[in-house]
């Protein structure tokens, strides 16, 4: 059974940095793309950043790119979100997210996700 474990959320002022986690388990890590995304309250769930199985490509959304850096350690099984340059827009619950089929191409549909975290919040102050 695969799962996910999102860790590394919290409170900073605008302008700050945050690193996510994503400990993943329950099946090879290394052969599967993962992803970032958050939901805001009252809003969907949007796409963020995703990284390919072998971490060669990184693919971000135009809202958080030049602020968001997506890795992967494969070793470790886990998966991070550097985040910096923080706006308060960018509060909301990120998830982290693996897709279903092995050695996929990274994409931003939530629908090629088959396992998702429980999410980790993030608030940023003004």
């Known amino acids: 059974q695969v799962q996910l474990v999102e860790s590394g959320g919290g409170l900073v002022q605008a302008g700050g940095s945050l690193r996510l986690s994503c400990a993943a388990s329950g099946r090879t890590f290394s052969r599967y793309t993962m992803g970032w995304f958050r939901q805001a309250p009252g809003k969907e769930r949007e796409f963020v950043a995703a990284?390919?199985?072998?971490?060669?490509?990184?693919y971000y959304a135009e809202s958080v790119k030049g602020r968001f850096t997506i890795s992967r350690d494969n070793a470790k099984n886990t998966m991070y979100l550097q985040m910096i340059s923080l706006k308060p827009e960018d509060t909301a619950v990120y998830y982290c997210?693996?897709?279903?089929?092995?050695?996929?191409?990274?994409?931003?549909?939530?629908?090629?996700?088959?396992?998702w975290g429980q999410g980790t919040q993030v608030t940023v102050s003004s």
């Open positions: 997210a693996a897709q279903g089929e092995p050695y996929s191409s990274t994409s931003s549909s939530p629908s090629l996700y088959d396992y």
């Open positions: 990284i390919s199985w072998y971490g060669g490509i990184a």
